[in-house]
Structure formats: structure tokens, C-alpha cells
């Protein structure tokens, strides 16, 4: 099975600052990126999707895709007490004749006042 | 997004039990998916929810012990069979999105088995 690896963390940041949290994947074949965000307790919630290389915005939050390095990126600006939560990224792969997505083990981020 | 529902929220088990969690979405969806993640770890797919044909199944997760049911678009069944507390844990079902491969989670499951 193809890999998605993340830095555990915890990632420390404090508010106002730009967090930057990182993915890495072994599948050059994958198209499609994600990441979502899981507060303590609760479910996972998307907050991003990528396909192209580039940056892609949306508010508060920037995604990044290099497919040459198989390195995918997010970086939230203006960091808040609330964005404190684990980012896990995903990847799509397509196996077996089924889609499916790949998570990284998320890395915990701790914005403090 | 679909709306995601999921019954029981949570639920304490003896050994040796047998349990069936549901998963309801608001509107019709192709693909349904059974996640497991363990106390302080990643999501682990457990098997793709099919409508109208078994389920299909990830490396080291069996029907038997995880039978499926996929009876029409918006509800699918994830039994945890004859349990152990090895399977306590939290169980999430998700449905692919509209838009590419994303997908959207129920609220979860938290089984403790004891």
C-alpha cells in the first residue's frame, strides 16, 4: 500500500503566526490531495482539496502541491487559538479497481495566545 | 455536503458481543466507506461499501468479522462481530463528495469493548 507520512508533532505556533504543516506520498501516480482537520472528539472535516502544482487559497488557508517532490503542504495564516486541532492529509489512490484515500497519522497543531 | 448520521454515538460492549452501527446520508451517494481509528491514531479503511454487491475489503479485515450490508444509496450497516477489546475504538463512515474523490465523515461510533 502507498504511504502518506506527516510529522506527528505537536507543532507549537503562536497566534497570529503562519503555521506550515507538511505531507509527503510515494504514489507519483496520485491526482487528488486533501486535508482535513479533526478537532479532539470529533470526526474529520475537509478543508482543502488540490489537483493542479501550486498554491490554491481559500481564506485563511493556502494548499500546496509539488507532484515532482510528492510533497503537499498547508498553511494556515493568522493562526487562532481555534485552528488548534490534527491536520491529517489524504491521498487518492486507485487500487484494486477502487478508489480510495490514503491518511497520514495527522500532525497535532497547538496554537497558543 | 451530504448530511452524515450515524447510530449508536457510542456504546459499551461485553466480550464475545456482536455490534451493528448504522450509517444514514441525506441523499443518495455511489460510494460508502467504513473507517476504523484507534485511540491516537489515523483513519484505517476497513472496507468500501458497495450497493448491490459485497463489500470489498482492506488488508487484514474480513467479512466475517466485519460484515456489510449496503441495501440501497443512503444506508449502510457495519457490524463489529464476536468483539474483543482489541476492537475498541472509534468506527466513521463516510460517503464520497460530488466533486472528485473527497469524502465526508459521519460523526463516528465510539465502541469500548470490555
Known amino acids: 500500500q502507498k504511504e502518506v507520512e506527516q510529522n506527528s508533532g505537536p507543532l507549537s505556533v503562536p497566534e497570529g503566526a503562519i503555521a506550515s504543516l507538511n505531507c509527503t506520498y510515494s504514489d507519483r501516480g496520485s491526482q487528488s490531495f486533501f486535508w482535513y482537520r479533526q478537532y479532539s472528539g470529533k470526526s474529520p472535516e475537509l478543508i482543502m482539496s488540490i489537483y493542479s502544482n501550486g498554491d490554491k487559497e481559500d481564506g485563511r488557508f493556502t494548499a500546496q502541491l509539488n507532484k515532482a517532490s510528492q510533497y503537499v503542504s498547508l498553511l494556515i495564516r493568522d493562526s487562532q487559538p481555534s485552528d488548534s486541532a490534527t491536520y491529517l492529509c489524504a491521498v487518492h489512490e486507485f487500487s484494486g479497481g477502487y478508489n480510495k484515500l490514503i491518511f497520514g497519522a495527522g500532525t497535532r497543531l497547538a496554537v497558543h495566545p | ?114
Open chain 2, 1 to 114: 455536503s451530504a448530511v452524515i448520521s450515524q447510530k449508536p454515538s457510542r456504546d459499551i460492549c461485553q466480550r464475545g458481543t456482536s455490534l451493528t452501527i448504522q450509517c444514514q446520508v441525506d441523499s443518495q451517494v455511489t460510494m460508502m466507506f467504513w473507517y476504523r481509528q484507534q485511540p491516537g491514531q489515523s483513519l484505517t479503511l476497513i472496507a468500501t461499501a458497495n450497493q448491490g454487491s459485497e463489500a470489498t475489503y482492506e488488508s487484514g479485515f474480513v467479512i466475517d468479522k466485519f460484515p456489510i450490508s449496503r441495501p440501497n444509496l443512503t444506508f449502510s450497516t457495519l457490524t463489529v462481530s464476536n468483539m474483543s477489546p482489541e476492537d475498541s475504538s472509534i468506527y466513521l463512515c463516510s460517503v464520497r463528495g460530488t466533486l472528485g474523490y473527497e469524502q465526508y465523515f459521519g460523526p463516528g461510533t465510539r465502541l469500548t469493548v470490555t
